[in-house]
């Protein structure tokens, strides 16, 4: 059981350019989001997932794009990268309700220069 | 005024020490309560649920006092692997949907 898989684990990107971080849950979970953790902040919600075909915006969605066409996958894209969009970027999912057991993936470094 | 706030650290103590961590949160209409660690460059993790009349796991220790809106987690007889940095996180409605809120964290460097 792989539970939550994020690829890349590192990424450095040029300002402007674009990419897409992978998220894969194998625990049938419906509920999924994005969070960027920065140094002396706690993690902030970037978009989130209540199920396929759904998503909405969190805390800090400006310069981010979400899809959820499965329930196993939710992709972030980053459309045009900006050096402050540099941070570690989680992927999580939770059973059934918010409140309950967050699972978080290994997450990913991005760096923009 | 950050939603949930806690001491950074570090927290240095000696194996066997006893410490405990604070964390206040603004909302009071928060519903849930929780502490995650996170180890060095690693994925935050559930420690535990805190309930409003407390709860034990082991070493672990958590309260919830709702009055006065904080939170507070103990470790007793602390161990090398204790070491890590603890989120106090709080759940509730706001700005249209549920949301967890996560602390900075308070970081514990436990040495020998």
């Known amino acids: 059981n792989a539970g939550v898989t994020q690829t890349p684990k590192f990424q450095v990107l040029k300002t402007g350019q674009s990419m897409t971080l992978q998220c894969a849950q194998d625990?049938?979970?419906?509920?999924m989001s994005w969070y960027r953790q920065d140094p002396g902040m706690g993690l902030r919600l970037i978009h989130y997932s209540v199920g396929a075909g759904i998503t909405d915006q969190g805390e800090v969605p400006n310069g981010y794009n979400v899809s959820r066409s499965t329930t196993e996958d939710f992709p972030l894209r980053l459309l045009s990268a900006a050096p402050s969009q540099t941070s570690v970027y989680f992927c999580?999912?939770?059973?059934?309700?918010?409140?309950?057991?967050?699972?978080f993936g290994q997450g990913t470094r991005l760096t923009v220069v | 005024r950050k939603e949930v706030e806690q001491d950074p650290g570090p927290f240095n103590v000696p194996e066997g020490a006893t410490v405990a961590f604070n964390c206040t949160y603004s909302n009071s209409a928060s519903q849930s309560f929780f502490w995650y660690r996170q180890d060095c460059r690693k994925e935050p993790k559930l420690l535990m649920s805190v309930y409003s009349s407390g709860n034990e796991d082991g070493r672990f220790t958590a309260q919830l006092n709702r009055a006065s809106q904080y939170i507070s987690l103990l470790i007793r007889d602390s161990k090398l692997s204790d070491s890590a940095t603890y989120l106090c996180v709080v759940f509730h409605l706001a700005g249209g949907y549920n949301k967890l809120i996560f602390g900075a964290g308070t970081r514990l460097a436990v040495h020998p």
């Open positions: 999580a999912s939770n059973f059934g309700r918010w409140n309950t057991e967050a699972f």
């Open positions: 625990m049938n979970h419906e509920y």
